[in-house]
C-alpha cells in the first residue's frame, strides 16, 4: 500500500466532525443575503512569534473582516514556547503523567489566543479567543496525540451573525473525561482544517513562512518555482515523502471532507498555492514535484529464514514498538532456504529498529543485521502519471547519467521513490527537476 493510502487509512476516525455539505462551488458564497465567505486562517509559531507580528496578523486578519468575510482565526503558540514547556515536563519529571504534560504544553497557544484577540479589538475589530474545550474541540482519550471525533460550532456560528471574529487556540482539544488533549506534531494545522470542515468553510488560509509549494525544495535548486494549483493526492505524498509545508495529518483531513486549502506567507502579500481536488485542475503536470526525505536509514537482515510468517514476526515486532517502515524489499531466495531483506526506517528508530530485531534474532534466525543511516528517499509525485508512462524509465536513466547507484525502489500510482547515497541528495534533486521539466527557466 502506498504512503498516501497509509496515511488516509490512518484518519478514519477523524471524519465526523461536519454537518454541512462540504463540497466547494467557488471561493464565493451567499449566506443571509449577502456575498460573503467564510474563512479560517492559520498562523504558525513563526508568524505569531512576537507582539509585532502577532499585530501583523492582526492587521491581515481585517484585511478579511473589512471585505465582509466571516473570519475564524486558529493559532500556536509563539515559537520556541511549546518546546521550552516540554523541555520543563521533562525537567520535573521524565516519566511524566501524559494527562498533566497536555495541560502544561496546551498552555502556550492559550497566550497566543489572548493576544491575538487583544490585537484585533486594538483595530476595532469585534473578537473573542476560544480555547479548545470552549467550543469545543472533541476529541478521543489518547494524551500527547488526540484525534478529532466532533467539533461543535453553535455558538461559533451564531457569533458570526454578529460579526465577530473566532480566535481559536490550535493542537488542542478535550476528551471523553473532560481533560485537556493535545494533537501532536502539526496539530494546528489539524485544527484549522477540522474546523474548516465544521464550518463548512469555503477555503482554509495557512500562513507560514514560505509563499506555497514548491516543485523541490528552493535551497537546493534556485530553479525550483512554485505551484498555483496542487491535487490533494499529490500534496499528500509531498508531505509524506519529506516536504515540510503542510502536516500529512492536516492534508488527509482536507482531502476526506473537501476543504480548499491555501497555502501562503504571512510575512509577503502574494498569491499562494491552492490544494484542491483534482477535478479543479484542468490539465495535469506529469511530474509535479520533487520531495526528498535525508532522515531515513536502511536496514538489511542477512539471511533470514525462507519460510511463512518471518516477515510478520519481524514487521509486526517493529510496529509494535512503534518503530513506522517504509521501503521493503525481499531478495529472491536462491536456495529456497533463506534471503536478505532491506527495509527503511527514520534514523531516529534505528536504535530502537536494532533493539527490536536483535531480541527475535534467537527466534527466527537470521545470520546478521547490517545498517546504514547516511542514506535519502527521493520521490517524484504527479497524478499525471497515472496515464503517461516512461516515468520511472527517465528517473533511472537520469541517476545513472550522474554515477549516482540505486538501493532501494518503490512505487505508487502517483509516485516512484528510491533509496540513494545521502551524499548525492542535492545532485539527484536538481537532475531530476532538470529532467522533468521543471525548472523555472525550462521549457516544461
Known sequence: ???????????????????????????????????????????????????????????????????????????????????????WTNEIARLHDAREYDVVVASGEQVTVGLLALALQD??????????????????????????????????????????????????????????????????????????????????????????????????????????????????????QGAKVLQTRSVAMAMQHGVRVQVLSSFEDKPGTMVVDEGEIVEQQVVTGIAYSPDEAKVTLVGVPDRPGVAGAIFGSLADSAVNVDMIVQNVS????????????GSTDLDRAHQVLEGLKGELGYSDIVSDPGVCKISVVGVGMRSQPGVAKTMFQTLAAKGINIQVISTSEIKVSVLISADYTELAVRALHTAYGLDADGDG
Open 1 to 87: 500500500m502506498d504512503s498516501a493510502a497509509l496515511v488516509r487509512q490512518g484518519f478514519a476516525t477523524e471524519r465526523r466532525i461536519g454537518q454541512g455539505t462540504l463540497k466547494r462551488q467557488g471561493i464565493q458564497t451567499t449566506r443571509s443575503g449577502q456575498t460573503m465567505a467564510r474563512i479560517v486562517m492559520k498562523f504558525g509559531g513563526t508568524s505569531v512569534g512576537t507582539t509585532d507580528r502577532i499585530k501583523n496578523v492582526a492587521r491581515r486578519v481585517k484585511t478579511e473582516v473589512d471585505a465582509g468575510n466571516e473570519v475564524a482565526v486558529v493559532v500556536s503558540a509563539m515559537s520556541g514556547t511549546t518546546n521550552q514547556l516540554v523541555a
Open 334 to 345: 536462491q536456495d529456497g532456504k533463506s534471503t536478505d531483506l532491506t527495509f527503511t526506517v
Open 123 to 240: 483595530l476595532g475589530v469585534n473578537a473573542r479567543s476560544w480555547l479548545g474545550w470552549q467550543i469545543p474541540f472533541r476529541t478521543d482519550g489518547i494524551h500527547g496525540k488526540a484525534r478529532i471525533g466532533e467539533i461543535d460550532t453553535t455558538l461559533m456560528r451564531e457569533r458570526f451573525t454578529q460579526g465577530q471574529v473566532a480566535v481559536v487556540a490550535g493542537f488542542q482539544g478535550i476528551g471523553p473525561d473532560n481533560r485537556i488533549t493535545t494533537l501532536g506534531r502539526g496539530g494546528s494545522d489539524t485544527s484549522a482544517v477540522a474546523l474548516a470542515a465544521a464550518l463548512d468553510a469555503d477555503r482554509c488560509d495557512i500562513y507560514t513562512d514560505v509563499d506555497g509549494v514548491y516543485t523541490t525544495d528552493p535551497r537546493i535548486t534556485a530553479k525550483a518555482r512554485k505551484i498555483d494549483r496542487i491535487t490533494y493526492e499529490e500534496m499528500l505524498e509531498l508531505a509524506s
